[in-house]
């Protein structure tokens, strides 16, 4: 059974940093991309980023490209989002998200995590 | 970015009803439309791929259609357990979102 979870979320103030993990299991977690989709009241849900399965390609949404990093260690079967320069609309509960397809940036989700929730406030 | 627009937000049905959902999309993604289910609390979960798919264990009165601009979901025979907002998801180009409907049981 797969299952993913994060950590890291909290409240960080706006100009800052936060970093973001997910541990998976359940699952040949070198074969997966995975990849990162956070949900706002304002915004819905939204996707944010992919890694490939070897880790040497990272895809990002524009509103994060610059700002937020997306990378993995397939030893430990996790995969971290480091964001940075962290605006107030960048609160929401980010998910860590498992791919229906192992390959490629264009598919759905199949598994989702519960969820690590990140407050951007002053 | 392929825009997803849901319509309605909200529908309010009895148990047993037929409940019809709509997604339409801001240019064609052919096939590539999905749907999910949210229930407060939880993360959302794929009912359905490329339009018409239905995920390992998902019920058969959950069915969706259409094609080009225009989407379905339709859950035929409503439960209690269906409350939940559903969205509509596209792979056409990189992952977009609808807003989600809400369907709440009387």
């Known amino acids: 059974q797969v299952q993913l979870v994060e950590s890291g979320g909290g409240v960080v103030q706006p100009g800052g940093s936060l970093r973001l993990s997910c541990v998976a299991s359940?699952?040949?977690?070198?074969?997966?991309?995975m990849h990162w989709v956070r949900q706002s009241p304002g915004t819905g849900l939204e996707w944010l980023a992919h890694?490939?399965?070897?880790?040497?390609?990272?895809w990002y949404a524009d509103s994060v490209l610059g700002r937020f990093t997306i990378s993995r260690d397939n030893s430990k079967n996790t995969i971290d989002l480091q964001m940075d320069s962290l605006r107030p609309d960048d609160t929401a509960v980010y998910y860590c998200v498992k791919p229906i397809a192992a390959a490629g940036i264009r598919t759905y989700f199949d598994s989702w995590g519960l969820g690590t929730r990140v407050t951007v406030s002053s | 970015e392929i825009v997803l627009t849901q319509s309605p937000a909200t529908l309010s049905l009895s148990p047993g009803e037929r409940a019809t959902l709509s997604c339409r999309a801001s240019?064609?993604?052919?096939?590539?439309l999905g749907w999910y289910q949210q229930k407060p609390g939880q993360a959302p979960r794929l009912l359905i791929s490329?339009?018409?798919n239905r995920a390992t264990g998902i019920p058969a009165r959950f069915s969706g259609s259409g094609s080009g601009t225009d989407f379905t979901l339709v859950i035929s025979s409503l439960e209690p357990e269906d409350s939940a907002v559903y969205y509509c998801?596209?792979?056409?180009?990189?992952?977009?979102f609808g807003g989600g409907t809400k369907v709440e049981i009387k």
């Open positions: 240019e064609s993604v052919s096939r590539y």
């Open positions: 359940g699952f040949k977690f070198s074969d997966s991309a």
């Open positions: 890694i490939r399965n070897d880790g040497t390609t990272q």
């Open positions: 490329e339009t018409s």
């Open positions: 998801q596209q792979r056409s180009a990189w992952p977009s």
